[in-house]
């Protein structure tokens, strides 16, 4: 009915106002009776106050799992590793080629498009095994530290309940850090110089306020005759 206590009773206030009746089968009550009503909205408050606990024991959960450098969440794969049972990630060589192509056009001054035609026009499917490659994929690839060994930990984090949205932390959220977790794919030289091309070439900027904004002007990798 809703993702919380007040969303569910306001649904079913509104039903009641159009005399629908919602059956709860397994507590055998009935919305449209006055007396039924009120252990309805204990019975939605004990549910959301158990909800909101159990996604905080989660929360908590993870917050412990990442003072553990050997724990599974610095170990999830990305294109280009492969996850073992015991947590370990090993290079998938075929995949990390690509990679590796992909950090030196970038680096060499071609785009993100250039290089996305240049992908699909050998054939090279994606990490989810399509043709046609979204530049998103390929911007993704070039920021990860993971192919230089390195694991970022918290980059996103969920939201508290009832909300649950995934977040982009811009330092809202405490971040952890593996140096050296697992064989890099790419030297941490190359990657630093291609997110300092990353920032130079990109369209968009972060103004006094926080926000980010377009710039007035696009960068080209073609020079201007």
Request: glycine residues 4%; aromatic residues 8%.
């Amino acid at each position: 009915f809703g993702r919380n206590a007040l969303d569910t009773l306001n649904i079913l206030r509104d039903l009641r106002q159009r005399h629908i009746d919602v059956f709860f089968e397994n507590e055998n009550l009935h919305s449209l009776s006055p007396d039924d009503e009120v252990l309805i909205t204990i019975l939605e408050a004990y549910a959301q106050a158990e909800n909101t606990n159990r996604s905080e024991n989660t929360r908590w959960g993870i917050k412990r799992s990442t003072e553990n450098p050997n724990a599974a969440i610095y170990a999830r794969p990305c294109f280009g590793y492969h996850r073992t049972e015991s947590n370990d990630l090993i290079i998938v060589e075929e995949e990390a080629a690509i990679v590796r192509r992909i950090f030196s056009m970038y680096i060499k001054g071609a785009s993100v498009v250039s290089i996305k035609r240049a992908l699909e026009d050998d054939g090279i499917k994606t990490p989810s095994g399509r043709d046609t490659w979204a530049v998103l994929t390929i911007q993704k690839i070039l920021r990860n530290e993971k192919y230089t060994g390195d694991v970022l930990v918290y980059k996103t984090f969920m939201d508290e309940y009832p909300s649950g949205a995934r977040i982009r932390n811009d330092g809202q959220h405490e971040q952890f850090l593996a140096r050296n977790h697992h064989v890099a794919i790419i030297d941490k030289e190359l990657f630093d110089a291609v997110q300092a091309a990353r920032l130079v070439r990109t369209n968009v900027t972060v103004d006094e306020d926080g926000n980010r904004v377009r710039k007035s002007t696009k960068y080209s990798s073609k020079r201007k005759s």
